[in-house]
């Protein structure tokens, strides 16, 4: 009886350790490779309140790859338009975004999850994204980072073991 006990917390162990170690899965992962030479941008779908976008292109830079920042490609300009109608002046003036092209050659879109860790404070629960040849359109690397509800993996960690894989 006393084997069967300790064989059924040695189980238990196992399984709750396997639970707190992060998994990551890559698909074609020559991209990071390939592209080192090249630009990329970094681009996060959605709200990015735990400032992964920044975590990302700061491990890449760190890592020698020539990351151009999402903002270099926005700027705002202010129109003033004067129009006359029946010898009324309406002047109208307002903002306009004007989207220029990303002078990057790729791109690496993201998504992620958080969850609450004690006493971590907020840890990353899902990771996943796609590097993107803008030439092409072509997707060439897809990620993903998980871990399970006891892992305790930082932000930075998870993404330098997402890079590292690539």
Known sequence: MGSLIRLVAAISIVLSLHACAGTVKVVNAEALDAIK?????????GNDPENVRGLIEQALIE?????VSEE????????????????????????????TTVKSVY?????????PDFPHGVVIHT???????????????????????FG???????????????
């Open 72 to 99: 270099v490609a926005r700027k705002e300009t202010q129109v003033e338009a004067t129009s006359i109608i029946d010898g009324n002046a309406q002047v109208t003036v307002g903002s306009v975004y004007n989207q």
């Open 107 to 115: 791109v690496l879109s993201f998504t992620y999850s958080t969850r």
């Open 63 to 67: 890592k020698g790859y020539k990351v």
């Open 152 to 166: 305790s993996t930082s932000t930075e960690a998870a993404i330098d073991k997402l890079l590292e894989q690539m």
């Open 127 to 149: 990771l996943s994204g796609s590097i993107i040849d803008l030439r092409s359109g072509v997707v060439k690397s897809s990620m993903r980072f998980s871990q399970g509800d």
């Open 37 to 45: 030479g090249s630009t990329i941008t970094v681009v996060s779908h």
